[in-house]
């Protein structure tokens, strides 16, 4: 499946009667399978979740455990990153290497990598006391 339709297709699917800001993104597993997710806002803003955020969980959920792509749409004059939280989700499970393509929906596209959405992240080697 390609990751490009994917994110397309599910973030006409997003829920954002507030800000009308509507986000896709699509995530592929080591074992090939594309996972989705779209922003879903609330009337409390904090209690949102981000489109990659979602993805994940829909990956998790399925028992995979390892990001080997994605990518993320936004009707926006510029690609859009992920926000700080969603950068550091995408760092648990997936290499700095692993590709990352920021779209915007009349075609522009920006291709990026994991490490550098967030340069010195926070990983359970931080937490080794030996």
Do not use: W
């Amino acid at each position: 499946m390609d990751l490009k339709e994917a994110a397309q297709a599910v973030r006409e699917n997003a829920y954002a009667p507030y800000s009308n800001f509507k986000v896709g993104a699509a995530l592929r597993s080591a074992e090939g399978h594309v996972f989705v997710g779209c922003n879903v806002e609330n009337v409390a803003y904090p209690e949102g979740t981000c489109a990659e955020a979602g993805a994940i969980a829909a990956m998790i959920a399925s028992g995979a455990r390892k990001i080997v792509e994605a990518y993320v749409i936004a009707d926006s004059p510029d690609p859009v990153p992920p926000c700080g939280g969603c950068r550091q989700k995408l760092s648990e499970f997936a290499g700095r290497d692993v590709p990352v393509t920021l779209a915007t929906t009349d075609g522009t596209e920006f291709k990026t990598t994991v490490g550098d959405l967030l340069p010195g992240a926070f990983d359970a080697g931080h937490m080794d006391r030996t």
